[in-house]
């Protein structure tokens, strides 16, 4: 009996699904403490190291003054940067400015440091300023692609000094991002993270038995896609594929042939725009958007069955109307699953 309400009250019936469906996407909107977020950049230290040693050990400031990030390739898991890096310590006997190595440089014959400043302060602490430009390695998590969230970060290490000897602190005061705008993508965070790193080797220096911590800085910026780019990318033309395909559901069962040439034209659609979006995807893993797609080829495929199916049924004596009503219900199946898959995508995005 419901069934039959449904599929004679079909209009009706979609009117209501639409509606909840747009209740519930406000709901998880506004109910999310992160939709109200500012546009203001959040900067974070997460140094682990504590004010006693601080204070006891030799410091040098680090800090990053971001200017450009452009060229950034998550299949080949680089990106490239300019911005300004100073240090400010203390003592004659350290020279962090000669020996602090960025670890994930890619290629050091494109890579520019332009000393602009290297002086004593009035507080007779040492200054030293360069401007570089270079591409960086970061290794970039794909699976929640496209409301993934990334980070670009650059590791700065003494490559003389243990961290024994000097450890790199924020300079969390004169950090800024103002001048820093990336097409595509939200800028969420600025992040410092220092800590002692322990290489699980002695680089084949046998006359040292220990593994030597080494200071290390590692400068983020945490980014992510605008929603935007999730909604106009992926589930616009999705959805705009997929009800081409749903019209099939309403035609007589006279143009079987028509019927079944839209699904094919669809199923084809359908692996043309995920085709799109691969070569983004380093090393061809499995992303958040290939189960959405993953649907859109089953729900394809059940089509072509359920045409199948029915079109011998009716050849066999079985009235058309019932197959009107299943292929009614089947259309709403396919597209509540469908609505919560993007739901839910939509969801993984407010996470973030």
């Known amino acids: 009996m419901l069934i039959r309400f449904l599929t004679k009250r079909f209009l009706l019936t979609i009117g209501v699904i639409f509606v909840a469906v747009l209740g519930i996407f406000t709901g998880i909107y506004y109910s999310n403490p992160n939709h109200t977020s500012s546009d203001k950049v959040v900067f974070v230290d997460n140094t682990n190291y504590s004010d006693e040693i601080k204070q006891t050990q030799n410091t040098v400031t680090v800090g990053v003054y971001p200017l450009n990030v452009y060229k950034i390739d998550t299949a080949s898991n680089t990106f490239q940067m300019t911005a300004y890096v100073w240090m400010t310590w203390r003592g004659d006997d350290l020279q962090p400015d000669e020996t602090f190595d960025i670890v994930n440089l890619v290629n050091t014959s494109s890579f520019t440091k332009t000393e602009i400043a290297n002086q004593t302060l009035s507080d007779g602490r040492e200054y030293y300023l360069m401007k570089i430009d270079g591409t960086f390695f970061k290794s970039f998590d794909m699976a929640d692609y496209p409301v993934d969230q990334q ?6 290490e003494d490559s003389v000094d243990t ?23 939200e800028l969420k965070q600025i992040v410092y993270t220092a800590s002692d790193h322990a290489y699980q080797s002695n680089l084949g220096f046998i006359d040292n038995n220990t593994n030597n911590n080494v200071t290390r800085l590692d400068f983020s910026i945490v980014i992510n896609h605008p929603f935007l780019f999730y909604f106009m990318k992926f589930v616009f033309p999705l959805t705009l594929i997929l009800l081409a395909n749903y019209i099939v559901f309403w035609m007589p069962y006279a143009f079987i042939e028509t019927k079944i040439t839209v699904i094919g034209g669809t199923l084809l659609s359908v692996m043309f725009l995920q085709q799109l979006y691969n070569e983004k995807i380093s090393n061809q893993q499995i992303v958040l958007v290939d189960y959405l797609y993953l649907f859109a080829y089953l729900s394809t495929f059940l089509s072509i069955i359920s045409k199948f199916y029915f079109f011998r049924k009716i050849e066999d004596g079985w009235d058309e109307s019932e ?18 898959m993007v739901l839910g995508i939509f969801w993984k995005y407010l996470q973030n």
């Open 151 to 156: 980070q670009l970060t650059l590791t700065f």
């Open 323 to 340: 197959a009107v009503m299943w292929d009614k219900i089947i259309f709403l199946g396919h597209f509540l699953v469908y609505i919560v």
């Open 163 to 185: 961290s024994d000897a000097v450890i790199y602190v924020p300079d969390m005061v004169n950090t800024k991002s103002d001048l820093l705008a990336i097409p595509g993508w």
